[in-house]
């Protein structure tokens, strides 16, 4: 199975101009609700075989055979996760099983339908997760939807008594002997806690900087209790520490449990990235840098112009894009996609695609820009 990043999505839309056939669909993880998913591909491959005769598109019919060949792939459909989806062309084939459900389409067209893959791509954020305890430093890489533990042994110290051995305090006198007697030279348990505390976090903070790669790409999210928080910023080396954090007792948390957690920072941070993003679009909106009229769109997606395009998710538009004339062109009997096409031309002159819910639309046309020039 093949997973959502660039790489992928230029192979997608870089198939253009021959016979391609998309398909997504609601999938199910465990039984006996997984047991109707081959009955809903039946039914979808049904719909395709369908368009394909009413309009008799023979060059379509030998991109049929491998959806016939999964209809009855036992093994297949009892791996599924929330949703999948299936592009296939002449001697190329993609599957993918997407992390959350997805609405049923089927797209028989000259491209593959890519639309609903860039809102997967924009917020699957990868990172790795640090869970520092005093007792137990645990690192972990995932994304939105999956956790994994990577093993640090002998790489990164686990403890405060690994990481410190022999050099670790032991308050030396942890009391005077009686009320009236004073002993100079040693500094009070808290204080030895502290520096001890420093010490530990320098050693973890400088072993996983020197075994791991970390980039604005792969951050690290610190997940540790709150007086921890602050210690450990305040020593860091480490120049890709995630600004949002996690603050809990980590070493009492399963992975699912972690997982939920990062889940909850990355959506404020994407939720923030949002509203800078709308923001600038009203900015951009008085500078004469937004479109939202789809002509204007389209137009403006040729012309190389388009720095942001917002599509409304979930969303079809029927019909397809005619670059000679510069307009587009609607069809309501087509299973083609103009915000599928605007997708394409966008992404491949280096622009960005925001899938936004409805009710985050500040336009009822389907789709906005924030405009190059």
């Not at 603050?247 to 920072?265: F, G, P």
């Not at 395009?309 to 299973?335: S, V, Y």
Request: some cysteine; glycine content about 4%; overall charge negative.
């Amino acid at each position: 199975m093949e997973k959502i990043n660039s790489t992928l999505l230029k192979q997608l839309t870089g198939k253009r101009g021959e016979p391609c056939i998309s398909l997504y669909m609601p999938t199910h993880r465990v039984h006996p609700e997984s047991a109707a998913d081959p009955i809903l591909f039946k039914n979808l491959l049904k719909k395709i075989q369908h368009y394909i005769t009413e309009n008799k598109l023979a060059d379509y019919i030998p991109l049929l055979e491998p959806f016939e060949k999964l209809q009855s792939d036992y093994d297949f459909w009892n791996n599924n996760d929330c949703g999948l989806a299936i592009f296939i062309a002449k001697d190329e084939t993609h599957i993918i099983r997407l992390p959350e459900r997805v609405e049923e389409i089927t797209c028989v067209a000259d491209s593959f339908c890519v639309k609903p893959l860039f809102k997967f791509h924009a917020e699957n954020k990868h990172y790795y997760l640090l869970a520092l305890g005093q007792d137990d430093v645990r690192l972990y890489a995932g994304d939105k939807y999956h956790l994994e533990e990577i093993t640090i042994k002998g790489k990164v110290p686990t403890s405060m008594t690994e990481a410190l051995g022999d050099e670790l305090t032991d308050n030396h006198v942890h009391a005077p002997s009686a009320p009236t007697s004073h002993v100079h030279g040693y500094m009070e348990k808290s204080q030895e806690i502290e520096i001890d505390i420093e010490r530990f976090f320098r050693s973890v903070d400088q072993a996983l900087n020197s075994h791991f790669d970390f980039s604005n790409d792969r951050p690290l999210i610190l997940a540790a209790l709150a007086e921890h928080h602050t210690e450990f910023k305040a020593i860091s080396k480490n120049h890709h520490l995630y600004e949002r954090h996690i603050t809990i007792n980590a070493e009492a948390l399963r992975i699912k449990e972690l997982l939920a957690k990062v889940k909850e920072v990355i959506e404020a941070e994407q939720a923030e990235n949002r509203r800078r993003l709308l923001n600038r679009q009203q900015i951009a909106v008085q500078e004469k840098l937004s479109s939202h009229q789809l002509q204007e769109v389209v137009r403006d997606a040729i012309d190389s112009k388009v720095e942001t395009l917002f599509i409304e998710n979930g969303r079809n538009i029927p019909g397809h894009i005619d670059l000679e004339a510069r307009k587009a062109h609607l069809q309501e009997n087509q299973t083609t996609d103009i915000l599928n096409e605007l997708t394409y031309h966008v992404f491949e002159k280096g622009g960005q695609v925001i899938l936004l819910d409805k009710e985050d639309m500040p336009y009822d046309t389907g789709a906005f820009t924030i405009n190059r020039f």
